[in-house]
């Protein structure tokens, strides 16, 4: 695993490269004040998915400006950038590393920019302080019963990431947010995406009804939607186990698979007969998904 920092016309970029250069790329982007650590990291150690994911791809974690590891605070000096900065950003860390067709993973925000630069570009796949701004965060990332309450601890996974927003530089996050908050609509543009698209949302996500409204826009051929069961947004670190099954179905359309020793694992928590193959059955030009509404039930 290597840092790169990549200058672009915007300013310049983290980029955390991990795994062999010579396989295939995939690009992920995290959602508001967070990095690859704390918005992938669930999703990556979980033993199935990390099988299928690093056998298959070298992964390109990018971070939006000031989110790495040990930023500093932007100068004021610097203009906030708009989302295009952002979304060409990805095109200049792509031409930087020699990548051609990579497939893409955001959260929340971080999807917005990566699905911007699909509709933009028409190259990609895509798959997006002080205590009241931090609790609203949480409450953006988080279910409530991950949040804990009155009778009820946080989880690790909210402690680990409330250490984290202590730690950023509340400066930079509201760049990204003041840039996301400029963000144009790019309903018309979904409307003529051809790229396969699967979305997995939480169902206590303060998202949840963006989600559907995005995946009513998307052209039915190409998208599917997962919907999982008692978690919140990012479903990466809340319940990463849930998204498996269906990433393997939909990376199968691609010819990529997990090694034959970690197949057929009790983790999963979707076995394929819960969903109809005919959803998932790979074509010769790739995936394409029927529209699909599945609950994925937590594991207790």
Same mark, same amino acid.
């Given at each position: 695993?290597?840092?790169?920092?990549?200058?672009?016309?915007?300013?310049?970029?983290?980029?955390?490269?991990?795994?062999?250069?010579?396989?295939?790329?995939?690009?992920?982007?995290?959602?508001?004040?967070?990095?690859?650590?704390?918005?992938?990291?669930?999703?990556?150690?979980?033993?199935?998915?990390?099988?299928?994911?690093?056998?298959?791809?070298?992964?390109?974690?990018?971070?939006?400006?000031?989110?790495?590891?040990?930023?500093?605070?932007?100068?004021?000096?610097?203009?906030?950038?708009?989302?295009?900065?952002?979304?060409?950003?990805?095109?200049?860390?792509?031409?930087?590393?020699?990548?051609?067709?990579?497939?893409?993973?955001?959260?929340?925000?971080?999807?917005?920019?990566?699905?911007?630069?699909?509709?933009?570009?028409?190259?990609?796949?895509?798959?997006?302080?002080?205590? $009241?701004?931090?609790? /609203?965060?949480?409450?953006?990332? =988080? +279910?409530? %019963?991950?949040? @804990?309450?009155?009778?009820? *601890?946080?989880?690790?996974?909210?402690?680990?990431?409330?250490?984290?927003?202590?730690?950023?530089?509340?400066?930079?996050?509201?760049?990204?947010?003041?840039?996301?908050?400029?963000?144009?609509?790019?309903?018309?543009?979904?409307?003529?995406?051809?790229?396969?698209?699967?979305?997995?949302?939480?169902?206590?996500?303060?998202?949840?009804?963006?989600?559907?409204?995005?995946?009513?826009?998307?052209?039915?051929?190409?998208?599917?939607?997962?919907?999982?069961?008692?978690?919140?947004?990012?479903?990466?670190?809340?319940?990463?186990?849930?998204?498996?099954?269906?990433?393997?179905?939909?990376?199968?359309?691609?010819?990529?698979?997990?090694?034959?020793?970690?197949?057929?694992?009790?983790?999963?928590? $979707?076995?394929?007969? /819960?969903?109809?193959?005919?959803? =998932? +059955?790979? %074509?010769?030009? @790739?995936?394409?998904?029927? *529209?699909?509404?599945?609950?994925?039930?937590?594991?207790?």
């Amino acid at each position: 695993m290597a840092e790169h920092i990549v200058r672009t016309a915007s300013g310049s970029v983290s980029v955390i490269v991990y795994g062999d250069r010579d396989k295939p790329a995939l690009i992920t982007y995290p959602d508001l004040a967070l990095n690859h650590m704390s918005c992938f990291q669930g999703l990556f150690f979980c033993p199935d998915a990390a099988a299928l994911l690093l056998h298959n791809f070298c992964v390109y974690h990018i971070s939006p400006p000031g989110h790495e590891l040990g930023a500093a605070a932007i100068s004021d000096d610097h203009p906030v950038p708009s989302v295009d900065d952002l979304a060409d950003q990805i095109l200049e860390v792509l031409n930087k590393f020699r990548l051609g067709a990579v497939m893409c993973m955001g959260a929340m925000a971080g999807a917005y920019i990566l699905t911007l630069f699909a509709v933009m570009s028409n190259l990609l796949y895509y798959y997006g302080m002080c205590g $009241l701004l931090k609790e /609203c965060l949480l409450y953006r990332y =988080f +279910s409530k %019963e991950v949040r @804990g309450g009155v009778d009820i *601890p946080e989880s690790d996974i909210v402690e680990a990431c409330r250490r984290l927003l202590d730690e950023r530089q509340s400066t930079n996050v509201l760049r990204f947010l003041e840039a996301i908050e400029r963000r144009p609509d790019i309903t018309n543009g979904l409307k003529t995406l051809k790229r396969r698209t699967l979305i997995f949302v939480g169902d206590n996500s303060p998202f949840h009804s963006e989600s559907l409204h995005m995946i009513a826009k998307l052209d039915k051929k190409y998208s599917a939607l997962v919907e999982v069961q008692d978690c919140g947004s990012m479903v990466t670190e809340e319940q990463p186990q849930a998204m498996l099954t269906s990433l393997e179905y939909f990376l199968m359309g691609y010819g990529l698979y997990r090694p034959s020793y970690f197949s057929g694992s009790p983790r999963s928590p $979707l076995s394929p007969t /819960c969903i109809s193959p005919e959803l =998932f +059955s790979p %074509e010769s030009m @790739g995936l394409k998904l029927k *529209p699909i509404k599945t609950r994925l039930s937590s594991q207790r």
